[in-house]
């Protein structure tokens, strides 16, 4: 199979389950998604950050502040992605910003985003080789990305892994665009502040980076949240870390996070462990890529909800997959040297798609 025909077919499923979905609840927006949405509807529809409106009517609920309005703890790192679309939508609709034109619009943002980054992954597989191919059908169809990328979309899971991806390719120019790549880490941790640690990977270029234009970038895409929290909440201290929320540094859940039976990462998406042994054994060269990953399921474990609520697999996870992408790649090449038959190899990373698809339908009519 050629890349383009792959690719091609993933753009075609990816929209067709988002669209399909869609129609089928009539809304995009649920869960967490109303909170990220919040964000996105108070800021250009009334022009401010009170969320008692779009909680009515959205079904939401958070803590009331001193200043009588509701809180937000959620990111709005989202909500800055869709604003583009968003707006070219309120302009031909002309309406209150809640109707399926919106919400079906911002959702299709964030498959978009998806199909984004997994394109860019495929940048640093610049040989197209077999490998390569069936790491990204395997990111594509074998991990919770499909579920977060094409299903619960209006969500911060599908944008991490947008700019993770984009962050992971920048490095790979050269000369590296340090500015732009600060602007994409700035967003990135702007979304969710775990993914923060992504900053390790510019250790190897510490000595000849321009710091200026790195840390310029970061602060750029960062203040958008430092100045919406301290609006909301009168103080820059996280707005988790303040409701009571925080970590456990001593008495870490790793098992629960990795083979719990509700959303087990190891257990509901075994190709995460797959491309972390890729990544073990090439070590020397992704050293610091399995310290992310390992810091990440750390920082989960510690977490005061580690179990990460109703999440498929574990939703806290999707910004490592490029990271896991490079860990099936080196993988798959290595049971290739092992296993002559290329067919037993497709087939196995088909079984593992099938087995994911069917574990997200399970999921789907028991939530």
């Known amino acids: 199979m050629k890349l383009r025909t792959l690719f091609v077919s993933i753009v075609c499923v990816y929209l067709l389950v988002n669209v399909s979905h869609a129609a ?13 949405f919040s964000w996105l509807r108070s ?13 009515n009517r959205l079904g939401g609920n958070q803590p009331y502040l001193y200043t009588k309005i509701p809180s937000n703890k959620y990111s709005i790192g989202p909500a800055l992605l869709w604003t583009p679309n968003y707006l070219i939508v309120h302009r031909l609709v002309h309406s209150d910003g809640y109707t399926f034109p919106y919400q079906i619009t911002i959702s299709i943002t964030s498959v978009c985003a998806t199909l984004f980054g997994l394109l860019m992954l495929t940048r640093l597989s610049p040989k197209r080789s077999h490998e390569s191919l069936i790491a990204l059908l395997l990111i594509a169809y074998g991990t919770n990305l499909f579920f977060y990328g094409s299903i619960d979309t209006v969500n911060s899971h599908a944008v991490t892994f947008f700019w993770a991806s984009v962050y992971i390719v920048l490095l790979t120019i050269k000369p590296i665009p340090w500015f732009a790549t600060g602007l994409v880490l700035g967003a990135l941790s702007a979304t969710r502040l775990q993914d923060i640690l992504y900053i390790l990977l510019i250790v190897p270029h510490i000595h000849t980076m321009d710091k200026k234009s790195f840390f310029s970038g970061i602060i750029l895409t960062l203040t958008p949240q430092i100045i919406v929290w301290y609006l909301l909440y009168g103080s820059l201290m996280n707005p ?17 996070v990795l083979f719990g039976k509700t959303s087990g990462l190891f257990l509901w998406t075994p190709v995460v462990l797959l491309g972390m042994y890729g990544l073990w054994y090439k070590r020397k060269k992704y050293f610091l890529h399995l310290i992310i990953i390992l810091l990440q399921i750390y920082l ?31 993988g798959v090449n290595k049971f290739s040297k092992t296993i002559s038959s290329s067919k037993t190899i497709n087939l196995f990373a088909l079984s593992l798609c099938v087995i994911n698809t069917l574990l997200i339908i399970s999921f789907l009519l028991l939530h």
Not at 304 to 315: A, H, L, V, Y
């Open 240 to 256: 988790y870390l303040r409701g009571g929320e925080g970590f456990s540094i001593f008495s870490p859940h790793i098992l629960g």
């Open 43 to 55: 800021l250009i529809i009334e022009h401010n950050i009170n969320f008692e409106s779009e909680y």
């Open 24 to 36: 089928f609840l009539g809304k995009t927006v649920y869960g967490d998604g109303v909170y990220y």
């Open 300 to 330: 989960v474990s510690t977490w005061s909800t580690w179990w990460q609520g109703e999440s498929f697999s574990g939703r806290m996870f999707v910004s490592i997959l490029p990271l896991i992408y490079l860990g099936l790649v080196e």
